[in-house]
């Protein structure tokens, strides 16, 4: 008997049995080999990049604002996801203040099967005047969530919601340590780092001037997400940035 053993999500048990009634007669076995693939929902979460930091998207599945919400964005980046159909089309209607702002798509693509998913809500005014959601995330860019944080390191992600220069760095405690470099609206995967007070800062990409800072205690075995928000140069809605403990 020979035991296989595959993956957690999915637990194959393969069994070849043989015998013989008769000691002369030749016994021929079958060599079959088992593939374990994971297989489950595709697990997602959605994360409001507002310019306040704080106002919460609702999507629906309709366009009709009577229709109840289908998920919340909440004020920050939360630690829950929804659990959807794998590796199929999806269309969301983005509502902000009960009013309908646009609508998004996720693909098949983006949502593989038995993958974790986080997608940022980035606001932005088209030239028409008009508000505009842009989405990124999914194709299973939470998956180090699968491994184990070493001891003594937190995880942090970095998402962009300024639309100001070409890309941002975030940099842990002095600029010449960046972390990650992301276009508008895109997110970083996570990255490991040392558990303790810091001072996380971000930079235009290639230069020093720091244009936001925010001091963190990063708990071991934490994840978080520094979200960089606001209009820069807007009185109203400056560009800052707010680190959530997932």
């Not at 590796?87 to 902000?96: G, H, L, M």
Request: net charge negative.
């Amino acid at each position: 008997m020979k035991l296989l053993l595959s993956v957690p999500i999915v637990l194959l048990l393969a069994f070849s049995f043989t015998g013989c009634s008769d000691p002369v007669t030749p016994t021929t076995i079958r060599d079959t080999t088992y593939i374990s693939v994971p297989t489950g929902p595709a697990l997602v979460r959605f994360v409001s990049m507002y310019p306040d930091g704080r106002s919460a998207f609702v999507l629906k599945l309709t366009s009709n604002p009577d229709d109840p919400g289908f998920v919340s964005t909440g004020s920050g980046t939360q630690p829950y996801y929804l659990p959807l159909v794998p590796d199929s089309d999806a269309r969301y209607y983005v509502f902000f203040n009960s009013q309908l702002v646009d609508s998004i798509v996720l693909s098949g693509k983006q949502l593989p099967d038995a993958s974790i998913n986080t997608f940022a809500l980035s606001w932005r005014i088209s030239s028409n005047g008009n508000p505009s959601i842009n989405t990124n995330g999914g194709v299973n860019n939470d998956s180090l969530k699968w491994k184990p944080i070493p001891r003594g390191y937190a995880r942090i992600r970095f998402i962009n919601g300024v639309d100001y220069l070409s890309s941002m760095s975030l940099a842990l405690d002095n600029v010449s340590n960046p972390l990650d470099t992301i276009p508008f609206s895109e997110l970083s995967g996570y990255a490991d780092v040392p558990a303790g007070k810091h001072q996380l800062l971000v930079i235009p990409t290639g230069f020093t001037q720091v244009l936001s800072s925010y001091n963190e205690i990063l708990d071991s075995g934490g994840y978080y997400t520094a979200r960089y928000v606001g209009i820069h140069g807007d009185a109203t809605n400056p560009d800052h940035l707010v680190v959530d403990a997932e």
